[in-house]
């Protein structure tokens, strides 16, 4: 069973930034297009930043772009999710999983956006 734990969530301010990270426990990682997702109070969760298994490719929705970018370390098993100017809007639970959600979720990492 693969495990994804991500890390690297917090309280950030509006403009802020953070780091996100995912460790994926898959010894096949590097064949997997892998994605960050989220999930915001009272919605579905969404998926946000997508990245192919060579890491030449990525795609955002519209409401991150240019503010966040999805990068991959193969040799870690790793993704990683950078969030620049933070917005209240923003506030979600981060989740990665491959590009198609086809893994059992892991916990998250809650992103809090506040003045």
């Known amino acids: 069973q693969v495990q994804l734990v991500e890390s690297g969530g917090g309280l950030v301010q509006p403009g802020g930034s953070l780091r996100l990270s995912c460790v994926v426990s898959e010894s096949r990682f590097s064949i997997y297009h892998m994605g960050w997702f989220r999930q915001a109070p009272g919605k579905e969760r969404e998926l946000v930043a997508t990245?192919?298994?060579?890491?030449?490719?990525?795609n955002y929705i519209d409401s991150v772009k240019g503010r966040f970018t999805i990068s991959r370390d193969n040799a870690k098993n790793t993704v990683y999710l950078q969030m620049n100017s933070l917005k209240l809007e923003d506030t979600a639970v981060y989740y990665c999983n491959s590009r198609n959600g086809a893994w059992i979720w892991g916990r998250g990492t809650p992103v809090t956006v506040s003045l």
């Open positions: 990245i192919t298994s060579g890491g030449s490719r990525t």
